[in-house]
């Protein structure tokens, strides 16, 4: 299994509303990563995770909450986010953080909050 | 920020053409990498060089890196129609965490 899977696909939600996005991969890989991309523009990292703590965030509003319950689940929560988070939010992992390694991408949820 | 830059921004090309895109980066690096995302989705990884190569190949792709210069280019021989996607260059300075460069659309035309 070389996948990341992501739940859900799309999300639309509202400016009050509490939301989580899930991300899992059953490669054994001790690092994962969330990224944020806007329409027309590359990736920007958010989080990193190596074996199961939080390793970097890049200065990222308290509204996004990542957590990583095991070595396979990778969750963002979401709270009183705004409509410019609107946005493709993807979830990467990589064998481990500190060598030469690719990273494997999930297809990513289409985030509109409204 | 973004540290990478790529030329063109966008290429079209005819079906059979070769398409070479170019990467810029600022800082030191411990990799660069190549992407492909096809319609705003996943990103699929296509290659990477070690700051100490120079050039590798892998079937129709070839990469080059100047670490002198801070830049690479990404090679692609005998364009199909399949390949029309957006291609990303990612430089990695500490394991897999990646700064992505700003992208370039390739269209390949039947």
């Known amino acids: 299994d070389t996948e990341v899977t992501q739940t859900p696909k799309h999300l639309v939600m509202g400016m009050t509303n509490k939301k989580s996005l899930k991300c899992e991969q059953h490669m054994g890989h001790r690092a994962m990563y969330w990224y944020k991309q806007k329409a027309k523009k590359p990736p920007e990292l958010m989080f990193v995770y190596s074996y199961e703590k939080l390793s970097i965030n890049e200065s990222v509003p308290s509204r996004f909450s990542p957590e990583c319950p095991n070595s396979s689940l990778l969750n963002l929560h979401l709270h009183a986010l705004q409509p410019e988070d609107s946005a493709l939010y993807l979830c990467?992992?990589?064998?481990?953080?500190?060598?030469?390694?690719?990273?494997?991408f999930g297809q990513g949820t289409r985030l509109t909050v409204v | 920020s973004q540290q990478g830059e790529e030329d063109p921004q966008a290429l079209s090309i005819q079906e059979g053409e070769n398409a070479t895109m170019n990467c810029s980066y600022k800082?030191?690096?411990?990799?660069l990498q190549w992407y492909r995302q096809n319609s705003g989705r996943g990103l699929v990884h296509l290659i990477l060089?070690?700051?100490?190569?120079r050039e590798k190949h892998s079937g129709r792709l070839r990469v080059t890196l100047d670490t002198s210069k801070k830049s690479s280019s990404l090679l692609i021989t005998a364009s199909r129609a399949a390949d029309t996607a957006s291609y990303f260059c990612a430089t990695a300075r500490s394991g897999s965490r990646l700064t992505f460069g700003e992208g370039t659309q390739l269209t390949v035309n039947p």
């Open positions: 990467a992992s990589s064998p481990l953080s500190g060598v030469n390694t690719e990273a494997f």
């Open positions: 800082t030191s690096i411990n990799n």
């Open positions: 060089i070690r700051s100490n190569e």
